[in-house]
């Protein structure tokens, strides 16, 4: 679906001539695959901050249990759970950047190659046809770009 004219999409949007509604749908389904790819990693940066403020706040209880005079469980908790691992072997951020090399940077750059080969890399296609198809031409709210795109 091409539109021409101020009331369609902009060229980014718009896809060439040679993509098909299944090359559309499918870049679009792998689009969608990684949206939840990256919020999967937002959470486990999530996890990294939230693991890591733990730590630091863990930390704190230590000096704090010392300074009320619980030296044997300051002890204890300093020895068993501050600064422990994770998982085995690793700490969250060593978890973060093995996601980001092995499998993450992995995806973005299969999705890139996919839109690179099919649709001369043009992004959410898919998206910018529904958008086309759902709103309502003319109608305030419902335009296909923002007023500064026409100018």
Do not use: C
Request: proline residues 3%; charged residues 35%.
């Amino acid at each position: 679906m091409t539109i021409s004219g101020s009331d369609g999409p902009d060229n980014d949007h718009q896809r060439p001539e040679s993509a098909t509604d299944k090359t559309v749908e499918a870049l679009g389904k792998l689009s969608e695959a990684l949206e939840v790819v990256e919020h999967a990693r937002g959470l486990l940066y999530g996890f990294h901050r939230l693991t890591g403020t733990a730590d630091l706040a863990l930390g704190e209880a230590v000096d704090l249990l010392r300074k009320a005079g619980h030296e044997s469980l300051a002890e204890e908790v300093n020895r068993d759970v501050l600064g422990r691992n994770v998982i085995e072997g690793r700490w969250t951020f060593q978890i973060v950047e093995d996601y980001d090399d092995n499998y993450y940077a992995e995806f973005k750059a299969i999705e890139k190659r996919a839109r690179d080969e099919l649709v001369e890399g043009k992004r959410h296609l898919f998206e910018a046809e529904m958008k086309e198809d759902r709103r309502t031409h003319g109608r305030a709210h419902h335009e296909a770009l923002p007023p500064e795109a026409n100018q």
